[in-house]
């Protein structure tokens, strides 16, 4: 398998606050990485630098072969990269189908209309409430609906990588184990490599190929999932670890959060 995603020593700051410290990850084709951790530890500032939401300091990303520093944010879609941001962000004021065709925007130079309506129609056999609910508004949706919504938009460009970022987030288990269902399909029925950022470490260690543990903005633990799975630092890392380190990442994450509030 050839590298599709690399993410070299990147360091990303709010102001005086840095929030990654020299993180280094790579995604082959075809695979499923997760990357785990505490609230602050700078997961979601991590998908963020990848969709260049946020600006590097210093470190570079690569994406099957081109410098990421060199390609305008608007053009990832058309390279294939896909964010599906924590909180849903659905379009509440449009229909399911509304948000659906805002999702294939950004693909419209390789995609026809025949491929963005064929993608559609997977997108509603992958989350059938969707067909249901196509015609409603976005913002009258339950949770877990409009987290459907938000992976079936992250689909619908035909991504070749899909960064999910907890998807499972204040979902009742129900909903959770349905998600993570539909994480399985896309990757196994669509090829489609994924970087999973989640808290809930069994789920996210079930489905991925090689995961990451990320600790106050640095990566302390990688190795194959089902390594980890039994990993009793990988416990330690993902309920934050002893109070000095839960202490540590709750103020990193106030402050990560003030920053971006400025």
Known sequence: MSELLIVEDIVVTYGAVQALKGVSLRIHEGQTVAVLGANGAGKS?????????VPLKSGKIYYQGKDLSLISPHDLAYLGISHVPEGRRVFPT?????NLNLGAYGSRKRLSQGEIEAEKKWIFELFPVLYERKNQLAGTLS?????????????????????????????????????FNAIKKIHEERGVSILLVEQN??????????????????????????????????????????????KASAQNMKDESEAEEK
């Open 45 to 53: 500032t991590m998908l963020k630098s990848i969709s260049k939401i």
């Open 94 to 98: 449009l229909t399911v189908e509304e």
């Open 143 to 179: 949770g877990g609906e409009q987290q459907m919504l938000a992976i079936g938009r992250g689909l619908i460009s035909k991504p070749t990588l899909l960064l999910l970022d907890e998807p499972s987030l204040g979902l009742a288990p129900i909903l959770v184990k349905e998600i």
């Open 201 to 246: 470490a069994k789920k996210a260690l079930a489905e991925a190929d090689y995961a990451y543990i990320l600790e106050t903005g640095k990566i302390s633990i990688e190795g194959p999932a089902h390594e980890l799975a039994n990993d009793e630092r990988v416990k330690a890392a993902y309920l934050g670890g002893s109070a000095l380190d839960k």
